[in-house]
């Protein structure tokens, strides 16, 4: 089984930054798509940043250019670095990725998702 361990959350001032972190482990024979995702209390989630096997990432426009996707591929660990934090921002934050477990595991890829960190932003 695999699992994903989001870390890095806090509370912060307007404009600071974070860097979240998200560990996957157990059977990990192969990760594909990885996402990061924010929900805020009331609000539906929301992808904010994408990244593929071929390392294409991807924002939403409100976004880029503050928040950066990276991997470190040989600890299976994404990062996603927020710059110029706003209030707007504080959200639960859940790290997703498409995980092949075993060589032989049959298709599709199961599709997992952390418990998500807390990003606070106030003054």
């Known amino acids: 089984q695999v699992q994903l361990v989001e870390s890095g959350g806090g509370t912060v001032r307007p404009g600071g930054s974070l860097r979240l972190r998200c560990v996957a482990s157990?059977?990990?024979?192969?990760?594909?798509?990885v996402g990061w995702h924010r929900q805020a209390p009331g609000q539906e989630r929301e992808l904010v940043a994408h990244?593929?096997?071929?390392?294409?990432?991807w924002y939403p426009e409100s976004l880029k250019g503050r928040f950066i996707i990276s991997t470190d591929d040989a600890k299976n660990t994404v990062f996603l670095e927020m710059n110029n934090l706003q209030p707007e921002d504080t959200a639960v934050y859940y790290c997703?990725?498409?995980?092949?477990?075993?060589?032989?595991?049959?298709?599709?890829?199961?599709?997992?998702w952390g418990q998500g960190t807390q990003v606070t932003v106030s003054s």
């Open positions: 997703n990725a498409i995980v092949r477990s075993t060589a032989d595991e049959p298709d599709p890829p199961n599709d997992y």
């Open positions: 990244i593929t096997p071929g390392r294409n990432k």
């Open positions: 157990g059977s990990v024979f192969r990760i594909y798509d």
